[in-house]
């Protein structure tokens, strides 16, 4: 039975929350700016739709208005159809500077016909080192599907239609960096990159099929917001969260389904890669089988 103490604790608590995190639903004209491409980049239906193209002048590309430490950040993308090979297409978070923290959804297109590869990685001060990889279970090109990145002091949770398939768990207790204290953005880019994008740069871009289209909506945060600079909203956020043992990330059930995309789809592990990295894979890799 919860004591005196503890319910106001727990009380005030859940009202520190409620007034650090903020949720914005679905308007990219107030939620983002354009960074690049001008005419490439284009806000349909007073702020519901956007579309990011590429052709041979360049590429597009937008960021949050705001920074954030931890929340949870949903994107629904329909992406470049038909022959894309060579180009990228990105959902991210990303802080600035050299030793900048990143946590990564990129998509490599390929050739008609050919899946294409999502490519996941996190950065921790500027190192990165982290990538895997899988193809989907169905066609990303025909709607609409959601991609979100869940980023708490506890893990990174990278997640397809709300299924996981990795997770990054916090691991300073041996020495791991983790993400925590970097204020992010949320950013996507649509550009080229066929000196390694498909097949390791052995398929370039066919600029006949440009431009080349991916599509956006609903766009949802629900995330602490930095403001002025100040991190102070994410040290409380991570402050508030110590004093108890690490909370278990999944359940049974969502461990299990993560466990099939990776069985199933994932076709890059930098976890298994000895060849890449013959002096040992890094040491978390040694902490989970599932990552």
């Excluded at 702020?47 to 208005?65: A, E, V, W, Y």
């Excluded at 470049?80 to 959804?105: C, K, M, R, W």
């Excluded at 090109?141 to 869940?150: A, L, Q, V």
């Amino acid at each position: 039975m919860f004591s005196s103490h503890k319910a106001s604790t727990m009380l005030a608590l859940s009202l520190f929350m409620a007034s650090v995190m903020t949720a914005a639903a679905g308007n990219f004209l107030q939620e983002v700016d354009i960074t690049f491409g001008g005419p490439r980049a284009n806000i349909y239906d007073g702020g519901r739709h956007l579309t990011l193209s590429l052709d041979k002048g360049s590429g597009s590309g937008f960021q949050s208005k705001k920074e954030y430490l931890f929340g949870r950040f949903d994107m629904q993308i329909k992406l470049v159809p038909g022959n894309s090979a060579g180009t990228v297409t990105t959902f991210y978070l990303s802080s600035q500077g050299p030793g900048h923290d990143e946590i990564d959804f990129e998509f490599l297109g390929n050739s008609s016909g050919d899946p294409y590869t999502l490519h996941t990685n996190v950065y921790t001060q500027g190192k990165g080192n982290r990538e895997q990889q899988f193809h989907l279970w169905f066609d990303p090109t025909k709607t609409f599907h959601t991609y979100s990145i869940d980023w708490s002091p506890e893990s990174i949770k990278f997640l397809v239609d709300n299924i996981p398939i990795r997770v990054f768990r916090n691991w300073e207790t041996i020495g791991i960096p983790y993400p925590k204290s970097q204020p992010m953005r949320v950013y996507s880019t649509l550009w080229n990159a066929d000196d390694w994008a498909t097949r390791g740069g052995l398929v370039k871009t066919d600029w006949t099929k440009a431009p080349f289209t991916a599509s956006y909506r609903n766009i949802n945060v629900n995330a602490c917001v930095v403001s002025s600079g100040s991190s102070s909203c994410g040290s409380k956020f991570t402050n508030s969260m110590q004093g108890g043992k690490q909370n278990e990330v999944l359940d049974a059930k969502t461990r299990n389904r993560m466990r099939w995309v990776q069985s199933k789809y994932m076709i890059y592990n930098y976890c298994t890669d000895f060849k890449r990295f013959p002096q040992g894979v890094s040491a978390e890799c040694k902490r989970s089988r599932f990552l």
